[in-house]
């Protein structure tokens, strides 16, 4: 098993019209990805083709749910309409909603997740990555891709990662890769000072997974989520968890690209989580470099 | 984006909270004019108040050897006086760096006699992913002190976004802070101000400091917002035309203003070896990683996903009109991009900026083999790192030999 999707999940992509949308459409289809359904309104009917596949485009998420059984969706609508966008994803019952929009206005977030209150979508992101569980194939072909991550760096395995960083996530899964170490499950959960699913909500996944047997958590300066699943950890999690915080040299009350990497305050600092993982007996890696080193001597 | 406290002040009074009556100028005769309309309506005295991002104004020392940014004046000749002294010249407070900050703007307002100093704050909770109300009966001071000796003294109030602040959240805060009589209602009717304030500009952070309780000139108490701060949510700047135009150019460091210019994402740090990165995450452990092994980095440059040609040149420029910078590590992860184009590109930005100091690149992903035999081919003389480790400890010791 893996978490949240399976290579079998069928996904609908959110603005699969626009140019970064539809790229990364085209590089999930090349993935082996169940992409089956675009959603542009004013362009239902359309299609999106691409390597010999052709995906439908309808005008609504609940029309495009309802006609090709899609469970999950990837949204790479522009800021000023995502948090619309995520709503219109919830609307429709959608098991998953993935946002990888970057620069939704905090207040926008802050009436989704009130919004969302009750319901049973989970969302992933905003400015995320997205999600990958590798598929079996050569270079993990025929998993499921949702978002924007290469999928080639990654391998069907028994290691979770769950991170707030892109390119940090691509670090730790190519370690892992290249020392023939394979993952369940990749999980980007964004740099948004407010986002749908936390380090904890993915922990909790992984702890449950049977094919999970041990997990990398990344985090970064600002909030206390990385400390707060670092304290459920301590106290209930079976799995082997190694981890990296990244701004241990940022300068206080500076935003340091990602939205929610901010010390503030004095809270949110590097020591201050570093000091959480040690304290939960998680491995800490000392660099970037050690991420996958640092769980495989915990195994 | 930060604001000036004049235009916070503007901001809150259109939200109907009570400022002192004041103006902002930028010459010592419009100074003095201001304070002689103040004097005229029954004013007993008036503050001069040098416009800057900085806060610690009062007890600052400008470059010339005047004391303080903030000076109380009972007479329009000393409000020109005073204004003569601070305007054009430089200001350094505790956090302002030691270069210090230009004061080229006045506000001058009343100073009305202040009975009490409160402190508030609207922002984002994190935790609940609602907005929080705080208050607190030490006034004046530093917040952050009080939150760590006196917790108990900093009383909040989560706000849900679905209703917003309901008036009764405003006079639980406005009794918490010991007040009585009309005095609850004035100052319900001011939080909530400051709240809408806070939810309709897309703030990230309201600060009223102190909030005071302060005599009119007509003898009655009413609450005051006496000193102002905001900062604002950058991700919602395009939705408020009115804050766009707030923006001081002269009070962000230059070279930031031109890496925003190529959507570079750069803050300039006071070290001497640059980092080039794609992604925050990996830009925010490149730094980290270049002080472990001992060096000391010269700033955070978050390039995007993409990393083109032209992206990577302006990259170079800014870095380079650094003068720290004593060495450069390029570091990219290129997921989608074809590491070969990346290569390709900082070979070109090498040549045109005539790079002479030493640069160590580590490239990593899609196509790599061929970016590394593109670079080794290139005939320059940089030096390519395999791991992340290895291109920090390589660029550490290169800046070392300098």
Same mark, same amino acid.
């Given at each position: 098993m893996s978490i949240l999707v399976t290579p079998q999940t069928k996904v609908l992509v959110q603005g699969v019209t626009g140019s970064f949308g539809a790229r990364h459409t085209q590089l999930s289809i090349e993935y082996g990805s169940q992409i089956v359904a675009g959603v542009t309104p004013g362009k239902g009917g359309q299609v999106f083709e691409h390597a010999g596949k052709k995906v439908p485009i309808f005008d609504t998420v609940a029309e495009a749910a309802q006609q090709t059984g899609a469970t999950a969706s990837a949204i790479f609508v522009p800021p000023p309409f995502a948090a619309d966008a995520i709503l219109e994803a919830i609307d429709a019952g959608l098991a998953l909603a993935v946002c990888i929009t970057e620069g939704i206005p905090v207040n926008d977030m802050v009436k989704v997740k009130r919004a969302m209150e009750g319901k049973t979508t989970r969302l992933i992101g905003p400015n995320c990555p997205g999600i990958v569980t590798p %598929?079996? #194939?050569?270079? $993990? @072909?025929?998993g499921c891709r949702i %978002?924007?991550? !290469?999928?080639?760096i990654h391998k069907k395995g028994n290691i979770g990662v769950v991170s707030r960083s892109g390119t940090l996530t691509y670090e730790a899964v190519w370690q892992l890769t290249c020392r023939g170490v394979g993952q369940s499950t990749c999980v980007g959960i964004g740099g948004d000072p407010v986002n749908g699913t936390s380090h904890l909500d993915v922990i909790k996944m992984f702890n449950d997974d !049977?094919? /999970? @047997?041990g997990i990398i958590m990344i985090g970064e300066i600002g909030g206390a989520a990385e400390e707060e699943a670092a304290e459920w950890i301590k106290a209930n999690c079976k799995k082997p968890v190694a981890g990296f915080i990244a701004g241990a040299t940022a300068p206080p009350g500076r935003r340091m690209g990602h939205a929610g990497a901010i010390v503030s #305050?004095?809270? #949110? /600092?590097a020591a201050a989580k570093i000091a959480a993982f040690k304290d939960a007996g998680i491995g800490v890696a000392? /660099? !970037? $470099?050690e991420m996958a080193d640092t769980l495989l001597k915990m195994m | 984006m930060n604001i000036h406290e004049y235009q916070a002040k503007q901001l809150l009074a259109q939200y109907g909270v009570a400022v002192p009556p004041g103006e902002v100028c930028d010459t010592p005769e419009a100074a003095k004019k201001i304070a002689e309309g103040l004097f005229a309506k029954g004013e007993k005295l008036v503050v001069v108040k040098s416009q800057i991002h900085a806060g610690g104004r009062g007890k600052g020392t400008f470059k010339s050897g005047f004391q303080g940014g903030v000076k109380l004046c009972k007479t329009a000749d000393d409000v020109l006086e005073k204004a003569t002294a601070m305007l054009g010249n430089v200001l350094v407070t505790k956090q302002s760096g030691p270069e210090g900050k230009l004061v080229s703007k006045l506000l001058v307002a009343a100073a009305p006699e202040i009975k009490k100093e409160f402190y508030c704050a609207v922002l984002l909770d994190r935790a609940s992913s609602r907005p929080i109300m705080m208050v607190s009966t030490e006034g004046g001071v530093d917040i952050e002190e009080v939150a760590e000796k006196n917790p108990e003294k900093i009383v909040k109030e989560t706000i849900d976004p679905a209703v917003g602040m309901m008036p009764y959240q405003a006079r639980k805060l406005a009794a918490a802070l010991g007040l009585k009589g009309d005095l609850i209602g004035n100052a319900a009717k001011l939080l909530m101000g400051v709240y809408k304030t806070w939810w309709e500009s897309d703030a990230a952070m309201v600060e009223i400091n102190p909030l005071c309780i302060v005599v009119g000139p007509d003898g009655k108490e009413a609450l005051s917002a006496v000193d102002a701060k905001i900062g604002l949510d950058d991700n919602a700047l395009y939705r408020h035309k009115n804050i766009q135009e707030m923006r001081d150019l002269a009070e962000e460091a230059p070279l930031e203003i031109e890496a925003s210019k190529f959507n570079l994402n750069y803050i300039k740090l006071d070290g001497n070896i640059a980092c080039l990165v794609n992604g925050a995450g990996l830009a925010m452990a490149t730094m980290d990683i270049i002080q472990h092994f001992g060096g000391n980095p010269a700033n955070f440059l978050d390039v995007g996903g993409g990393a083109s040609k032209e992206q990577v040149t302006a990259a170079f420029k800014i870095i380079l009109s650094d003068k720290n910078v004593k060495g450069i590590l390029v570091n990219i992860f290129g997921g989608i991009m074809d590491c070969n184009i990346i290569a390709t590109g900082i070979i070109a930005a090498v040549k045109e900026t005539h790079l002479s100091i030493p640069l160590v690149v580590r490239l990593e992903g899609n196509n790599v083999v061929a970016g590394q035999k593109t670079l080794a081919e290139s005939g320059l003389s940089l030096i390519t790192g395999d791991t992340m480790a290895d291109a920090a400890q390589k660029v550490v010791s290169a800046v070392g030999k300098i």
């Open positions: %598929g079996e #194939g050569k270079d $993990s @072909h025929g %978002g924007i991550a !290469p999928g080639y !049977p094919e /999970t @047997h #305050g004095g809270k #949110g /600092t000392v /660099t !970037p $470099s | -």
